[in-house]
């Protein structure tokens, strides 16, 4: 008896999950793609993977956080459809970056970064700044947007990501040294703004 | 004892709390410490909790702020349409 209870874990039926579901992932996918056409895409290359997959799920998790790790998956393979439409550039600033002193020495790009001007740890229990952070995140550039998300966000090795966006890990490298920087300015001014 | 390479090689690997205790200790002892790649390294460590944090945050951001956002009636009706197709074959 107990067997087959633990076969059948509680599923909600997939006629559901668009109205049950269908806006959280959509808003998920569409922080991460911008896009609402493609966000969408994503939502349904979930769901229907998510069929698909069904008799794999064990009912450890609930079926929303179940769907939504199917959907980073999605979220990664609409990144490297859209990396394949455009061609990541390095300029020449960046090149220079990588060639330089600090970076082959001690993998650093400078000994002296400009310092936070507020304590950022101090708001980690801080809803508001979390909200802030999110759109400061939307305000970055691809390609170091893109690299920011898979690795930072959506949490890729190293190695994935590099396959995924087709760069050297040097590159990467220098992409996340910049989404750091402007992640810093853009953060201070809106946070000083809304908390002074 | 690490040289600088080595920590800012671990910190670009991977998240420094998913390293061993050893391995945190050593890294933390010196960023703290060194001169050259201290204040650069502390900042990419900060840079992490901060996305750990953050993504542990995500949901309760994604579920009330953004509530205006949603899909739209026809997408919803195309969608269950589409799931309704795929559970039958």
Known sequence: ?196 | MLTCKQVSNSLNKKDYKDLSFVQRILLKFHVRCCLFCGKYNKQVMETQDMCRHFRENEDSIIESADSEISLNEDKKELLKEKIAQSMDC
């Not at chain 1, 049950?20 to 979930?46: H, M, W």
């Not at chain 1, 920011?148 to 090795?157: G, R, V």
């Open chain 1, 1 to 196: 008896m107990s067997n087959v209870e633990k076969e059948t874990p509680n599923i909600t039926p997939p006629s559901k999950w668009v109205d049950l579901y269908g806006d959280y992932l959509y808003r998920f996918a569409l922080s991460r793609l911008k896009n609402p056409e493609i966000a969408s895409d994503c939502v349904q290359d979930t769901f229907l993977a998510g069929i698909k997959a069904l008799d794999r799920f064990d009912g450890r998790l609930d079926i929303k956080y179940w769907l939504r790790g199917i959907m980073r998956n999605k979220i990664v393979d609409q990144i490297r459809k859209s990396i394949k439409t455009q061609t990541v550039d390095i300029s020449k600033e960046d090149e220079a970056l990588m060639e330089s002193m600090w970076y082959k020495y001690s993998g650093i790009a400078t000994t002296n970064p400009d310092p936070w001007e507020f304590n950022p740890r101090k708001q980690f229990d801080n809803k508001e700044f979390w909200v802030v952070f999110k759109e400061c995140v939307e305000t970055l550039k691809n390609p170091i947007k893109q690299a920011f998300i898979l690795k930072m966000l959506e949490d890729q090795t190293t190695e994935e990501v590099c396959k995924v966006m087709d760069i050297s890990p040097n590159y990467l490298w220098v992409l996340l040294h910049r989404a750091r920087e402007q992640l810093k300015i853009v953060l201070k001014e809106k946070w000083l703004t809304i908390d002074s």
